[in-house]
Nanobody
Framework: QVQLVESGGGLVQAGASVRLSCAAS????????MGWFRQAPGKEREFVGG????????YYPDSVKGRFTISRDNAKTTVYLQMNSLKPEDTAVYYC??????????????????WGQGTQVTVSP
C-alpha cells in the first residue's frame, strides 16, 4: 500500500512557476508508475502528466506540453510536477496518483490505484 501527500500549491500570478511535490510512503515506490491529475470546479479530473517507474519516460497532454515537467526521485520516494508559464485556466486541485505498471506510463484515471488528497493551485490573471 502507498500513501501519497502532495505539497507546494498556492496562489500565484499568471506567468509564474510552481513546483508541486508528492511524497510517497512505503519501500516499493519504484515499482509504481506515477501521474499527476487536476480537477477544476465543475470539471472532470484531467490527466496532466505521467512518468514511468524508472523515470526514463514521461508523457503530457497537449494542454500542458512544453510548460509542465514531471520527474521523480526514487531514493526520496517523491514525484514532482514543475509548472511554468502558468495560466488562469491551470487553476485546479492537483492530485498525484500511483499505479502498478511496468510497461511505461498510465494514461487513464481508472488505471491508478492510490491517490493523494490534492493541493490547490490558483493562478490569478
Amino acid at each position: 500500500q502507498v500513501q501519497l501527500v502532495e505539497s507546494g500549491g498556492g496562489l500565484v500570478q499568471a506567468g509564474a512557476s510552481v513546483r508541486l511535490s508528492c511524497a510517497a510512503s512505503g519501500r516499493t515506490f519504484s515499482s509504481y508508475a506515477m501521474g499527476w491529475f487536476r480537477q477544476a470546479p465543475g470539471k472532470e479530473r484531467e490527466f496532466v502528466g505521467g512518468i514511468s517507474q524508472s523515470g526514463a519516460t514521461t508523457y503530457y497532454p497537449d494542454s500542458v506540453k512544453g510548460r509542465f515537467t514531471i520527474s521523480r526521485d526514487n531514493a526520496k520516494t517523491t514525484v514532482y510536477l514543475q509548472m511554468n508559464s502558468l495560466k488562469p485556466e491551470d487553476t485546479a486541485v492537483y492530485y498525484c496518483a500511483a499505479g502498478h505498471f511496468s510497461g511505461g506510463i498510465l494514461l487513464v484515471r481508472e488505471e491508478y490505484t492510490y491517490w493523494g488528497q490534492g493541493t490547490q493551485v490558483t493562478v490569478s490573471p
